[in-house]
């Protein structure tokens, strides 16, 4: 059995941005989680599955690219889930809600990957620092974090399948959108 999740993964020059508040998050508070993983939107939270089971996988992700466009995605500064996570909020759109959506219905009552879909409302975001982040540091921090301006744009391209590696996790497998009959 090995982790994995499904995520929109940042283009590098946006990830490289990230990387740096990341960075800093590890040398001040030893915060290292963040650092795991690289910038992405969560469509997907981590599950664990049978290796064997990486091939339908992998087609079920490219079914649901196929019929999904390029997005925009940009981001609305710092935000928090108080105390213990620092991340950057990603401004919702009508498209990332249904690709999410459309990730979900793939999981939704499929006995096959066995996965449990969250039932709490969409909050697209990049995380900065998490469960390894303490309260103490959090409230330090986060008045810095909360004046900081972060905005960026770009177009989200496909889907990212990432498994974790037993130390970090890796892209395993990315499928492109249909860029037939773009949005925009």
Same mark, same amino acid.
């Given at each position: 059995? %090995? ?8 283009? %590098? ?24 993983? +690289?910038?992405?939107i969560?469509?997907? +939270? ?18 649901l ?26 401004s919702?759109?009508?498209?990332l ?8 219905e793939?999981?939704?009552?499929n ?9 709490r ?47 970090n996790?890796d ?10 009959? %773009?949005?925009?």
């Amino acid at each position: 059995m %090995q982790m994995y999740f499904i995520a929109i993964v940042l283009p %590098q020059n946006v990830n490289e941005k990230v990387l740096k508040y990341k960075q800093m998050m590890l040398e001040k508070y030893n915060c290292k989680v963040g650092l795991k993983s +690289p910038a992405h939107i969560t469509l997907v +939270p981590p599950f664990w599955m049978e290796d064997e089971k990486e091939q339908q996988l992998i087609a079920d992700i490219n079914s649901l690219s196929q019929r999904l466009h390029p997005l925009p995605i940009s981001t609305n500064n710092f935000s928090a889930f108080k105390p213990r996570t620092i991340f950057i909020a990603v401004s919702e759109n009508e498209q990332l809600k249904e690709v999410k959506n459309s990730a979900d219905e793939i999981f939704k009552n499929n006995s096959f990957y066995n996965i449990k879909i969250d039932s709490r409302h969409f909050h697209p975001h990049i995380t900065i620092a998490t469960r390894d982040l303490f309260k103490k540091s959090f409230y330090e921090i986060w008045p810095w974090f909360a004046e900081k301006k972060f905005s960026e744009e770009w177009t989200a391209e496909g889907i990212s399948i990432l498994k974790h590696n037993k130390k970090n996790w890796d892209v395993m497998y990315t499928s492109q959108f249909n860029k037939a009959g %773009q949005y925009f």
